[in-house]
């Protein structure tokens, strides 16, 4: 059965940094990967995928993500935080099925931006 | 223009009622799903359609019943109301194999 694990619950940083959020999957075959965002009261907002090809995928809002298959990770990576980033992101993985695909999410990582 | 659309944005209702939910998309998308965010904010698929067949129908009480009229919308009834139902309903769609587009959810509150 797939799975996806996000290690940090919270995180917090200063704006003008540099962020990290953390995934790691399980899943049998060749994963389709996501990174979506949810801002308070919102619904959730793809910010990349990774299907194949290229490790590095670059996402909006100056967000990229890389595929390790060696470490089972996709993490999202953003060079300078602005205070609107501040929302919860979720890791999902999928596996297609009859037309559609079932996405298993991660339990997601707050992410705060002090000013 | 919203793509995905639910309604209502709220609902707060008590324990033992009848309520439904309603999804549109006008993005020509023939897939469309409806998932449960809790209180955690653990986000977990309910059931899919595809071209108005139920393709994923995961653990889910009987009292929560999907209808798909049309490829554009997907209803969610939910029979007999309880305490645990309370949660964040999301509505998504997706053209085949593509990402999923998400409604803004609705908010169930049960009293």
């Known amino acids: 059965a797939q799975s996806v694990t996000q290690p940090d619950i919270h995180i917090t940083v200063s704006e003008g940094a540099s962020l990290e959020l953390r995934c790691n999957y399980s899943?049998?075959?060749?994963?389709?990967l996501f990174w979506y965002v949810q801002s308070p009261g919102q619904g959730l907002q793809l910010l990349l995928k990774?299907?194949?090809?290229?490790?590095l995928v670059q996402g909006i809002k100056g967000f990229e993500a890389e595929f390790k298959r060696s470490q089972s990770s996709f993490n999202l990576r953003k060079p300078s935080v602005h205070w609107s980033d501040a929302a919860e992101y979720f890791c999902?993985?999928?596996?297609?099925?009859?037309?559609?695909?079932?996405?298993?999410f991660g339990t997601g990582t707050q992410l705060k931006v002090e000013l | 223009d919203t793509a995905v659309s639910q309604t209502p944005k709220y609902l707060v209702t008590q324990m033992g009622n009848d309520k439904s939910i309603k999804c549109e998309q006008n993005?020509?998308?023939?897939?469309m799903y409806w998932y449960k965010q809790d209180s955690k904010k653990f986000l977990k698929i309910m059931f899919s359609?595809?071209?108005?067949?139920?393709?994923i129908n995961e653990t889910v009480p009987n009292r929560f019943s999907p209808k798909s009229p049309d490829k554009a919308h997907l209803n969610l009834h939910i029979n007999s109301l309880e305490l645990g139902d309370s949660a964040v309903y999301f509505c998504?769609?997706?053209?085949?194999?593509?990402?999923?587009?998400f409604g803004d959810g609705t908010r169930l509150s049960i009293l």
């Open positions: 993005l020509g998308h023939d897939t």
């Open positions: 899943y049998g075959a060749t994963p389709y």
């Open positions: 998504a769609s997706s053209q085949t194999n593509q990402p999923q587009h």
């Open positions: 359609y595809n071209n108005k067949e139920l393709i």
């Open positions: 999902a993985v999928a596996r297609f099925t009859g037309g559609g695909n079932k996405l298993t």
């Open positions: 990774y299907f194949s090809g290229d490790t």
